[in-house]
């Protein structure tokens, strides 16, 4: 019995042996492997698997009518896009083209040389760089090199209203930090929420210091903490921000149970759209989130403004925070760049801005303009695309900027001074401490 | 059994069943609505619309071959998990040597490796294997996770056949595969419609292996399909619920065939 | 083969303990697929977690750096100590509804059948639909808690340690006490009658027939009911990931929730390999110690003892 036993033991651990060499082997041949290697007579786009993604079938069908080398669209389940994208882009199965949110969301591809530079695309086409708003396009270019081609549409950051609730109490959009805090003070007294926030989403909550910070200090100040200059979170500059926000909170802003309230499962939006709050900093998607939710409300009592001024502060006012785009990025391994290049034109063609306007996206193409008229919601589109033509500039969120390994720990500390467990060093350090590359 | 009902018992019982029954009434009620009637009542809010629009919807993205994927994917792991675990489970219970114990540790361990830990090694074997994309590939480790607690259940379901019953087969010359097969299995019917029960569960509701392991749509499954009604941003709730109470249909009905077999079978598992 | 020659031979023992047993092949095949697909795996874990890798190129070695990180993580160290609530709280209340729902559902009441149908029914929802249908309930302002602000206060259930983990074990509760009343319905059908009945002759009433014979004869399903939540406890983030994410900012955040974040949120898979493998090590330690200590892996029938 023993020896039996003892024999199968060694038989299993030399299995389990072979197998993790194999495997650990199988890791190590880094980059997605010979051209050759790729699947024949296709290319692969992966894409975020989401009501959206039928613009994106309907591009990929007009490219497969001429092509001879077809577009396979792989849709990903959004949630856990990120997740499969990570375990596949170094393997022989990664995508040939896939979507992304820029910066930090492709930084580490880029550092690991998996990413194919688009110069050369560019000098073949430029209009794959010159049909693109700039403040847009450079969300994806780094170290000099352009890395993806904007798809989709921008998503600037604006502050939502209720106009009801604000004619009612005879408040119009505040265009100073000043107004916004008397807005907040006489909603307050008459028992509304002033401002709808999803604390337990998290990410709402950072587009809060992105603007106040923008505010505060411009542009600058994060561009440099990014780039490596962590005293700027201890600057003057900072703890003034800080302080803002923190009266803005103590003033009962955002009242007392935004920490359990989420906008992803529909919470916060509700609460806009029922009237038991008057305002909610959200991206542009909150149209269409509304829209689904109560057309009416939507199209009659929806307000939209810019995030309002604060007074000091050097920041300009047209400096915008949000998503400033998705991008297609391209890996180094492709097998079909030329057709790769040819799909990625499409992504300033008429087609793809008209089908993209029609389901609420805005690209961001010097076409753009011409078709506002055809979106689904054309006074929206149109104070949008200005908003973002006019913007000095366009700050991509800070947990997109980051590189993904920093978005937990950012969510954390954002999340925590807003409830008051950190002070303002204690936020500095938190930003101090996350990894930038 | 008792002499007399438990009427205490009985009002607790009542008690949970609201508990139980209030979020699945409130996931129905949903499934009716139209997004905008959701959104301007809410979770529990008195409906103010009525619709089959959400299974229609959910009829015709996630119910053509992602449907029979899924059956071939439940099908086969239930096959796999039916073939190799009575076997084991017989050795487990039967042969009681330092060798079978160790592997009831084995399976033990196996019981605590939570699936996303091991996903991404699980990937690059599939990979090798050539499996990749294939639905071979989901439904190999689908089976390999669904083995330790079908396992538990099972040998607690054969460990209570008494051994006399084996002796005296013994006596009569039986070999132990005739006594696998005409006892062992035979009086563990119980357990085996519970593991096949909790393996099909397991392969029709599995959402990480296929994600990971899968990739076009013709292989894709249904769990998968439920993403269609996700935005970056926020969820159709109706639609994605109606979507949801469609998938568990099948399971309801096959858990309610199977359901006196399933309690006849977790009896072996608490030792009668 | 070797099933049959041993079979052969130990008969020739007539009366021995071990007349016709099967040989230890009957277990290869299972044991060989299971090793492949989970313990290989596992194994590259445990060798992971001396790497440094971010899913993208070849993993680096970099010793124990990994563990001693780790080991002086506050997070991972708190993490620990609510992983140990969150079983306990899990235990000791899903234990006795488990009973006694269990108890009472083995049963002949008229339309207990339908009942414990519809108690039943979580058990076969995926987590995406849980998911969904909780985060539309616990709603401070248009979820259950809006509308008991008496019971609830302002509702704002996760912006406490107490009230996440309140909810967390709810919401586990709601989601695992149907599997364990199931155990529990199966083995209380099975005690037998008579025993019943003399306890009555004894003059005992409900309750005490409760605790002295039903009790004791549960005892084997207590153990596997234990095991299953102590696991089941120790190695689940489902509720967590989606309910609270951890928060209010880590105060939710248990050891395998901690895992998950680092592999798939930081895709620091070298760290995330190290969480794995204690968990995986504590939780099979645990359940070994459970099952050894209560002489559960003799193998031996509760109705022996009658």
């Given at each position: 019995m023993n020896k039996r036993s003892a024999r199968l033991t060694r038989a299993l651990a030399a299995t389990a042996i072979l197998a993790v060499g194999v495997a650990l082997s199988g890791c190590s041949s880094s980059g997605a492997g010979a051209a050759s290697d790729r699947p024949a007579g296709v290319i692969h786009v992966a894409i975020y698997g989401d009501t959206a993604n039928k613009v994106e079938q309907q591009i990929a069908d007009t490219f497969n009518k001429t092509s001879k080398i077809k577009v396979v669209l792989d849709k990903i389940p959004g949630a856990n896009y990120q997740q499969k994208l990570q375990t596949i882009i170094s393997t022989k199965s990664a995508p040939d083209v896939f979507f992304n949110w820029g910066g930090g969301s492709i930084a580490q591809f880029v550092n690991a040389g998996?990413?194919?530079?688009l110069d050369g695309f560019i000098a073949q086409d430029p209009k794959l760089k010159s049909s693109f708003l700039p403040s847009v396009f450079n969300?994806?270019?780094?170290g000099g090199h352009d890395y993806g081609i904007p798809m989709r549409g921008t998503q600037p950051v604006m502050l939502f209203s209720n106009k009801q609730v604000l004619a009612k109490y005879n408040i119009t959009p505040p265009t100073t930090w000043d107004e916004l805090l008397a807005d907040v003070t006489t909603l307050k007294a008459a028992g509304i929420t002033p401002i709808a926030l999803g604390g337990a989403d998290q990410w709402p909550t950072l587009m809060w210091y992105e603007y106040v910070y923008d505010r505060v200090a411009g542009p600058q100040l994060f561009d440099k903490a990014l780039a490596g200059d962590k005293s700027q979170w201890t600057s003057d500059a900072s703890m003034t921000a800080l302080k803002d926000i923190k009266q803005l909170i103590d003033a009962g802003?955002?009242?007392?149970?935004f920490d359990s309230v989420k906008f992803t499962d529909g919470g916060s939006p509700k609460l806009l759209r029922t009237g038991k709050a008057a305002f909610e900093l959200m991206g542009s998607w909150n149209y269409s989130t509304q829209q689904a939710a109560d057309p009416a409300f939507a199209a009659k009592d929806l307000g939209y403004s810019a995030f309002p001024s604060i007074a000091?502060?050097?920041?300009?006012?047209t400096d915008l925070a949000g998503n400033t785009n998705n991008f297609y990025s391209v890996i180094k391994a492709t097998r079909y760049p030329n057709t790769v290049r040819d799909f990625l034109k499409l992504m300033y063609s008429d087609e793809f801005v008209k089908a993209q306007l029609a389901i609420g996206n805005l690209p961001t193409t010097t076409n753009t303009v011409n078709f506002l008229s055809t979106a689904a919601s054309p006074d929206y589109a149109t104070f949008q695309y200005n908003l973002v033509k006019d913007a000095n500039s366009f700050q991509l969120s800070w947990d997109q900027a980051y590189p993904q390994t920093a978005s937990t720990a950012m969510h954390t500390a954002v999340e925590g001074y807003f409830a008051g467990r950190l002070d303002a060093a204690g936020f500095a350090a938190a930003m101090q401490a996350l990894p930038i590359k | 059994m008792k002499a007399r009902p438990n009427y205490a018992a009985g009002v607790g019982a009542v008690i949970w069943l609201a508990i139980i029954a209030i979020p699945l009434y409130v996931m129905l009620q949903a499934t009716f609505e139209t997004q905008a009637g959701y959104g301007k009542t809410g979770a529990l809010g008195i409906p103010n619309t009525f619709t089959f629009e959400n299974y229609v919807n959910a009829f015709s993205v996630g119910f053509g071959h992602y449907f029979v994927n899924t059956v071939i994917v439940t099908v086969s792991v239930v096959a796999i998990v039916v073939v190799l675990v009575p076997p084991l489970s017989y050795a487990v219970v039967r042969n009681q040597n330092r060798a079978t114990s160790l592997v009831f540790r084995l399976f033990l361990l196996g019981l605590a490796i939570p699936a996303q830990a091991v996903i991404v090694p699980i990937f690059y074997l599939i990979s090798l294997a050539g499996l990749y994309d294939n639905l071979i590939g989901v439904i190999l480790p689908t089976a390999a996770f669904a083995l330790p607690i079908c396992t538990l259940i099972l040998s607690g379901s054969m460990r209570d056949i008494t051994p006399e019953l084996y002796e005296a087969m013994a006596v009569d010359g039986a070999s132990p595969a005739r006594a696998f097969f005409r006892l062992a299995i035979p009086l563990s019917k119980g357990g085996l419609s519970t593991i096949i029960v909790f393996s099909a569960l397991q392969a029709w509701n599995g959402f990480l292996f296929p994600l990971i392991l899968t990739q076009s749509d013709s292989n894709r499954v249904i769990t998968l399909g439920l993403f269609n009604f996700q935005t970056q941003y926020g969820v159709n709730i109706p639609g994605l619920l109606a979507a949801v109470v469609m998938s568990m249909v099948p399971v309801l009905l096959v858990y309610l065939f199977a359901r006196r077999s399933l309690v006849q079978g977790l009896m072996g598992v608490g030792g009668k | 083969m070797t099933t049959l020659a041993q079979g052969k031979r130990t008969s020739r023992r007539p009366g021995g303990p071990s007349v016709g047993r099967p040989g230890f092949a009957w277990a290869v095949p299972a044991t060989v697929f299971f090793g492949l697909f989970a313990i290989v795996p596992l194994v590259f874990v445990a060798i992971l977690s001396f790497t440094s890798w971010n899913g993208l190129g070849t993993p680096q070695f970099n010793g124990v750096d990994n563990w001693v990180a780790l080991a002086k993580d506050p997070v991972m160290i708190q993490s620990l100590g609510i992983t140990v609530v969150l079983v306990v709280l899990g235990i000791v209340t899903q234990t006795p509804l488990s009973i006694l729902l269990g108890v009472w559902a083995a049963g002949h009441q008229k339309n207990r059948a339908v009942l414990s149908a519809i108690c039943f029914?979580?058990?076969?929802?995926s987590s995406a639909a849980i998911s969904v249908l909780w985060r539309a309930l616990i709603d401070p302002n248009f979820g259950i808690p809006g509308e008991l602000p008496w019971l609830f206060g302002n509702g704002n259930l996760l912006g406490s340690q107490a009230g996440a983990i309140g909810v967390l074990t709810f919401v586990g509760g709601w989601q695992f006490i149907p599997f364990h009343t199931l155990i529990y319905q199966g083995a209380a059908r099975a005690i037998p009658p008579v025993l019943y009945q003399a306890a009555q002759i004894d003059g005992a009433g409900t309750v005490r027939s409760f605790f002295n014979v039903t009790i004791p004869q549960l005892r084997n399903s207590m153990i596997t009911s234990l095991v299953l939540m102590l696991v089941g406890g120790l190695t689940a983030f489902d509720t967590v990931l989606i309910l609270t994410a951890g928060g209010p900012g880590t105060a939710s955040t248990n050891t395998a929730y901690y895992m998950y974040q680092k592999a798939f949120l930081g895709f620091d898979f070298g760290t995330a390999s190290a969480i794995a493998l204690v968990l995986a090590v504590v939780a099979t330690t645990i359940s070994l110690v459970v099952v050894r200590a209560t002489g559960y892996d003799k193998m031996r029938s509760t109705q022996e003892g009658l």
């Open positions: 998996l990413l194919l530079p969300s994806a270019s780094m802003a955002f009242g007392t149970n000091g502060g050097a920041g300009n006012q | - | 029914v979580p058990l076969l929802l």
